[in-house]
């Protein structure tokens, strides 16, 4: 079972980027997914997550109205797009995989599989 983030980088604050995130090994269309992110110093927090059809979705506060997660269950992929980035988004973006069809869990240890990372830097 493996998941293949991508799609980091350095971007200038108020710019735009996407990280998706590819699945292979698992039936990942049947399982909620998330992405969290961990910035130095500071512990892995979640950051939006997806239900297994796409019909709900869940994020934290600092980025409502600003990122958009998605899915391709026919390609087993999932999506972060983040626009407005501040310079306090910059952090390793994680997409993660639940055990889960419908609650979308925000804790990290409620994640079975995880992807290893993307660099998203925000300058300012």
Request: charged share 15%; net charge positive.
């Amino acid at each position: 079972v493996q998941l293949q983030a991508s799609g980091g980088g350095l971007v200038q604050a108020g710019g735009s980027l996407r990280l998706s995130c590819a699945g292979s090994g698992r039936t990942f269309s049947r399982y909620v997914m998330g992405w969290f992110r961990q910035a130095p110093g500071k512990e892995r927090e979640f950051v939006a997550g997806i239900s297994y059809s796409g019909g709900n979705t869940l994020y934290v506060d600092s980025v409502k109205g600003r990122f958009t997660i998605s899915r391709d269950n026919a390609k087993n992929t999932v999506y972060l797009q983040m626009n407005s980035l501040k310079s306090e988004d910059t952090a390793v973006y994680y997409c993660a995989s639940a055990p889960t069809f419908l609650r979308i869990a925000t804790i990290p240890r409620e994640y079975d599989y995880w992807g290893q990372g993307t660099l998203v830097t925000v300058s300012s």
